[in-house]
């Protein structure tokens, strides 16, 4: 107990506030951007605000916080990563761990959805239509980060070798994709590089679904290393951004940087150029508020909300847009305005923040009841050491995890859960330590 609290007493709770504000960025941006439709006081679809706002575009340079949580994982892995490399050890046994520990939550959310989807079956499903994909389409997430996070090692052995040359060449196959995507013919249809590269469709972007999402995860180690630091080099790393965002979409990209903008275009599907400006604004930004940040948490209660946010974390991550669920069913019973309209309408944004005021309501009993649920769970499990299994948990995971995410909750959480759940079996070890010996 004493090494656990003194352990807590030197942790770096700086990654942590940024997680954590990665965290409320995320699900309130979630729920301010589904918009419910009703018709004669019932809910019958949901909208995204990007479908019909085209300025929401501008916000989502501020709300697509992912590649921070990429970045800021890696930093905090990277010594733990280092480590291990130096004495030998498996790092394929450390990421079944996290695999597992992700896969663990994730069985308990599947299973829940899979009520809710039979449930619908007997009743019609009037509620679970409108939210079908919305309740799984976060798992994205999940998917691109613990597939990065098996390439840590390499990140890492990249970093002691190349520095922030590996950061360059990374920008550069990204660059490369982008380029022989779009097809160019000549220097001077640069300009319009987006616009072509939209045009083109996937094709070999695709590999920029693996390579762009390096990009932070390769930062974050460097900045651990302590790379780049400083106030002077966040500014100049956000204005940066920002430049990079501007010239990016004056050459055709997508403005939105989530999902697809009017005309169904993206930024995402497959990650593009432009992605890489938000990530040059988001490590600007760490550096510009490290400094007060730091100082912030050295008092004791901006530190312990920031632990109690961390604890909160994957449950949150997860259930949140579940809460949508019993929003939309309280806001059609009190007769609350959640579908206030569009941008623009009287009132829209009053009904947005009722909606929000609605879905905190909900979550906190559903958070409450996960929480106290896992709570009754043993939490130390150790990870399967026999890599047949890891790879087959791994594939279990994965499979589980794209199958829920591209066929919502019906039918994709009953399949879904399947997968997951023999994840979740085939990635921990079965001869567990006893509690002495842990």
């Known amino acids: 107990m004493n090494e656990r609290a003194h352990a807590s007493d030197q942790r770096d709770r700086y990654p942590d506030a940024l997680r954590a504000g990665a965290l409320l960025v995320v699900v309130?941006?979630?729920?301010?951007?589904?918009?419910?439709?009703?018709?004669?006081?019932?809910?019958?679809?949901t909208e995204h605000m990007l479908d019909i706002w085209g300025p929401a575009g501008m916000l989502t340079w501020i709300v697509q916080v992912v590649p921070l949580f990429v970045f800021v994982s890696a930093a905090v892995s990277a010594d733990g990563v280092a480590r291990r490399l130096h004495h030998g050890h498996d790092q394929m046994h450390w990421w079944a761990g996290r695999a597992l520990g992700l896969a663990?939550?994730?069985?308990?959310?599947?299973?829940?959805?899979?009520?809710?989807?039979?449930?619908?079956?007997?009743?019609?499903?009037?509620?679970?239509?409108?939210?079908?994909?919305?309740?799984?389409v976060h798992l994205w997430f999940l998917i691109m980060l613990i597939t990065v996070q098996a390439l840590l090692p390499l990140s890492v052995e990249a970093d002691r070798r190349?520095?922030?040359?590996?950061?360059?060449?990374?920008?550069?196959?990204?660059?490369?994709?982008?380029?022989?995507?779009?097809?160019?013919r000549s220097p001077f249809e640069l300009l319009q590089?987006?616009?072509?590269?939209?045009?083109?469709?996937?094709?070999?972007?695709?590999?920029?679904?693996?390579i762009v999402w390096l990009i932070p995860q390769q930062l974050g180690i460097a900045w651990k290393r302590k790379?780049?630091?400083?106030?002077?080099?966040?500014?100049?790393?956000?204005l940066f951004g920002l430049a990079w965002l501007a010239g990016t979409t004056a050459s055709g990209y997508p403005v939105a940087m989530v999902g697809t903008d009017l005309e169904g275009n993206s930024n995402l599907l497959p990650p593009t150029?432009?992605?890489?400006?938000?990530?040059?604004?988001?490590?600007?930004?760490?550096?510009?508020?490290?400094?007060?940040?730091?100082?912030?948490?050295?008092?004791?209660?901006?530190?312990?909300?920031?632990?109690?946010?961390?604890?909160?974390?994957?449950?949150?991550?997860?259930?949140?847009?579940?809460?949508?669920?019993?929003?939309?069913?309280?806001?059609?019973?009190?007769?609350?305005p959640i579908d206030a309209g569009d941008p623009g309408d009287p009132g829209f944004w009053i009904g947005r923040i009722v909606w929000i005021i609605l879905c905190i309501v909900m979550?906190?009993?559903?958070?409450?009841?996960?929480?106290?649920?896992?709570?009754?769970?043993?939490?130390?499990?150790a990870p399967a050491t026999s890599t047949p299994s890891i790879l087959a948990g791994g594939f279990a995971l994965m499979a589980g995890l794209i199958t829920s995410l591209?066929?919502?909750?019906?039918?994709?959480?009953?399949?879904?859960?399947?997968?997951?759940?023999?994840?979740?079996?085939?990635?921990?070890?079965h001869s567990q330590p006893s509690a002495k010996d842990v």
């Open 406 to 429: 591209t066929t919502g909750a019906l039918p994709g959480a009953l399949i879904g859960l399947v997968g997951i759940a023999m994840a979740s079996w085939l990635l921990r070890a």
């Open 363 to 381: 979550v906190a009993p559903v958070l409450a009841a996960v929480v106290s649920f896992e709570l009754t769970r043993k939490r130390d499990v």
């Open 162 to 184: 190349y520095g922030l040359k590996a950061v360059f060449g990374l920008i550069m196959l990204a660059a490369l994709a982008d380029v022989l995507r779009a097809g160019l």
């Open 104 to 136: 663990r939550p994730t069985v308990t959310y599947m299973a829940a959805l899979t009520v809710f989807a039979l449930i619908s079956l007997y009743t019609g499903g009037r509620l679970l239509t409108p939210f079908n994909h919305s309740l799984t």
């Open 28 to 45: 309130f941006g979630h729920w301010i951007a589904t918009l419910p439709r009703l018709d004669e006081g019932r809910v019958v679809a």
């Open 273 to 336: 150029l432009a992605l890489i400006g938000v990530m040059w604004v988001q490590v600007g930004l760490v550096l510009l508020c490290e400094r007060p940040m730091r100082w912030l948490l050295s008092l004791g209660h901006a530190a312990k909300t920031v632990a109690f946010l961390g604890a909160l974390g994957m449950p949150l991550y997860l259930w949140h847009k579940l809460a949508e669920l019993p929003a939309a069913w309280l806001g059609e019973r009190l007769g609350a």
């Open 227 to 238: 790379r780049f630091a400083g106030t002077w080099t966040g500014l100049w790393l956000t």
């Open 193 to 210: 590089l987006g616009e072509l590269v939209t045009d083109a469709g996937g094709g070999i972007g695709w590999v920029n679904a693996l």
